[in-house]
């Protein structure tokens, strides 16, 4: 693929927004700046049980939300990753060029059409 900066420049842009919103649920690993850990809410009144409860509850629905950011957050890395490589818009299943229309509505894509959800 001869022009990827296109993509290159949405793909950042998606990695900026996804970091804020990682941000708002969780923090950075220390030990790994690519992964990122969900955090409890801190109320300050862990005496309470009903705050407990409601900090845990808040903290699984945190996690949860992370882990979704997170698939995304590791595929827009790939694709910046396969930009770099010069191996973006090749299907890794089959090898084949990745149709523009699809690279277009997700420019992470790994697969071509024919083989989307490999
Ligand atoms: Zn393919």
Same mark, same amino acid.
């Given at each position: 693929m001869k022009d990827t900066s296109s993509y290159a420049s949405r793909l950042e842009e998606e990695k900026v927004t996804l970091e804020k919103e990682l941000a708002t649920?969780? +923090? +950075?690993n220390?030990?790994?700046p690519n992964d990122w850990? &969900?955090?409890p809410? @801190?109320?300050g009144q862990e005496s309470d049980p009903? *705050? +407990?409860a409601d900090q845990m509850e808040h903290f699984s629905e945190?996690?949860?939300? =992370?882990? *979704?950011?997170?698939? +995304?957050?590791? @595929?827009v890395n790939g694709a910046l990753a $396969?930009?770099? &490589?010069g191996t973006y818009g090749i299907c890794e299943e089959g090898s084949e060029e990745i149709e523009l229309d $699809? =690279?277009?509505? *997700?420019? &992470?894509a790994r697969t071509c059409k024919a083989h989307m959800g490999k």
């Amino acid at each position: 693929m001869k022009d990827t900066s296109s993509y290159a420049s949405r793909l950042e842009e998606e990695k900026v927004t996804l970091e804020k919103e990682l941000a708002t649920v969780g +923090r +950075r690993n220390p030990s790994n700046p690519n992964d990122w850990e &969900a955090v409890p809410q @801190e109320t300050g009144q862990e005496s309470d049980p009903n *705050d +407990r409860a409601d900090q845990m509850e808040h903290f699984s629905e945190n996690a949860a939300i =992370l882990t *979704d950011l997170e698939v +995304r957050y590791a @595929e827009v890395n790939g694709a910046l990753a $396969r930009i770099e &490589a010069g191996t973006y818009g090749i299907c890794e299943e089959g090898s084949e060029e990745i149709e523009l229309d $699809r =690279l277009n509505a *997700d420019p &992470a894509a790994r697969t071509c059409k024919a083989h989307m959800g490999k």
